[in-house]
């Protein structure tokens, strides 16, 4: 084997061990989340629990709100500017999104608080829930942190950490809390937030250790390099893109649960979340890709940025294999593990892994899109999936129940990998 083969062989596993990582770290995750979300039900009995998951619910989508889409572009950001040698540049980005997130999510955070005795009386109708709410303001700020310092980590070309402090570490500190002896409603809510400080600061403690890093440093590209955007700019429409990404799967469940019976809700949703599976590994090596496609993208690299979109893709494609291969062929064997009565889903899981399939086959292009500042073109269509999402929705789960949503979940899973892949290949035919 020659020199050149041999580099190109180490490259290789080099990047795959990259992509493991990645994936271990959201394996972290799911086992956390598994087990807060199992015990939490458990200790906390279908009455608290109830009010557990409201403010999940909460938390995520006013996190994400305040987070304004700041958290994607300080990663495009970050790593562009690192780049080319503009250590300044990429140390204003970061403290810029970081105090932008810090604001809105303390007005967020405040406002929740302030309203959280209004908003459950008149908007959910259980004065009951009040007090969770205003302890569930309490970690906002702090879950809005966590994700913004994960994806500055993820920049840095950090994404292994980046997944652990943004995903992985708050859920596993919470669990570890409640296996200390929380017991109460309020104990689990004051450890979610502590955890979500804790894991902030992990991060933020990564960060600062690599401060060296911003200083500009001579480069080549030194004053060729385009120009990149006010940092608002790249986050306006990015803010929009994750937040109807955050609520795009509710959909489907919601309306089934509006015209279905129970057991098909539940059917649904454990099916829905076994199919996002493929998601996850997509997610993981996506993170990992990020900051190198903006890098390659503003150094004008465009082979080496067609090379490493065409590895994330097959490295996405092996990896998701295994998963699509059970979903096609052992869906009721599959949910039948989940315990017994969730084999009514199977139809339902095989649907929604032909979606899955499609999102395989095309991952991340709507990362590519971001990472080189077409964030305006993928929102709009993020928005065109949400106008299809809900006229599928209206049509077929009246009539169609669990099997209308997992056509509506399909549609749009397959819609967003199409649609950002075309748009690669006419917006950047390079780069694809």
Same mark, same amino acid.
């Given at each position: 084997m020659s020199a050149a083969q041999l580099r190109s062989a180490m490259g290789l596993i080099n990047t795959y061990g990259i992509y493991l990582a990645a994936m271990m770290a959201r394996g972290l995750e799911l086992v956390g989340k598994l087990g807060l979300y199992v015990l939490g039900a458990r200790i906390l009995g279908v009455h608290d629990s109830g009010y557990f998951f409201l403010c999940l619910t909460w938390v995520g989508v006013f996190a994400t709100v305040s987070r304004g889409g700041f958290e994607r572009a300080v990663v495009r950001h970050v790593a562009a500017e690192l780049a080319i040698g503009k250590?300044?540049?990429? @140390?204003?980005?970061?403290?810029? +999104? +970081?105090?932008?997130? $810090?604001?809105? %999510? &303390?007005?967020?955070?405040?406002?929740?608080? =302030?309203?959280?005795?209004?908003?459950?009386? @008149? !908007?959910? @109708?259980?004065?009951?829930?009040? @007090?969770? !709410?205003?302890?569930? =303001? *309490?970690?906002? $700020?702090?879950?809005?942190? /966590?994700? *913004?310092?994960?994806?500055? &980590?993820? %920049?840095?070309?950090?994404? =292994?950490?980046?997944?652990?402090?943004?995903? %992985? &570490?708050?859920? /596993?500190?919470? $669990? =570890?809390? &409640? !296996?200390? +002896?929380?017991?109460?409603?309020?104990?689990?809510?004051?450890?979610l937030a502590v955890a979500n400080v804790a894991a902030a600061l992990i991060g933020l403690v990564l960060v600062w250790r690599d401060r060296h890093r911003f200083v500009d440093t001579p480069s080549d590209m030194d004053g060729t390099a385009e120009q990149l955007p006010a940092l608002w700019r790249t986050a306006m429409p990015l803010a929009v893109v994750e937040t109807v990404q955050i609520l795009l799967p509710s959909l489907p469940v919601l309306l089934l649960a509006t015209f279905g019976q129970p057991a098909q809700v539940g059917a649904f949703s454990v099916a829905s979340r076994i199919s996002m599976l493929t998601w996850v590994v997509s997610a993981s090596i996506g993170s990992v890709a990020a900051p190198s496609f903006a890098a390659r993208h503003r150094q004008g690299q465009w082979d080496a940025l067609r090379q490493l979109n065409r590895k994330v893709r097959l490295a996405i494609a092996v990896f998701s294999a295994p998963l699509l291969v059970g979903m096609f062929f052992f869906p009721a064997m599959i949910l039948h593990l989940v315990g017994p009565g969730f084999e009514i889903a199977a139809t339902a899981l095989v649907i929604l892994a032909v979606g899955q399939l499609v999102y395989a086959l095309l991952p991340c292009q709507e990362i590519v899109l971001a990472m080189a500042g077409h964030g305006g073109l993928l929102r709009w269509l993020t928005v065109a999936q949400t106008v299809v999402c809900l006229i599928l929705c209206v049509l077929l789960i009246p009539s169609f129940g669990m099997i209308g949503a997992a056509i509506a979940t399909a549609v749009f899973a397959s819609q967003l990998a199409i649609g950002s892949a075309l748009a690669v290949m006419r917006t950047m035919p390079r780069a694809f």
């Open positions: 250590g300044r540049a990429a @140390r204003h980005a970061l403290l810029t +999104g +970081g105090v932008a997130v $810090l604001v809105i %999510g &303390l007005v967020v955070s405040l406002i929740t608080g =302030a309203l959280s005795e209004p908003i459950a009386t @008149r !908007l959910f @109708r259980d004065p009951e829930a009040a @007090r969770p !709410l205003f302890l569930a =303001a *309490f970690i906002i $700020l702090p879950q809005a942190m /966590c994700y *913004f310092v994960g994806n500055a &980590l993820m %920049g840095l070309h950090k994404s =292994a950490w980046g997944q652990l402090v943004q995903n %992985g &570490l708050w859920p /596993c500190f919470t $669990l =570890a809390a &409640l !296996l200390a +002896g929380v017991q109460s409603l309020d104990g689990v809510l004051i450890a």
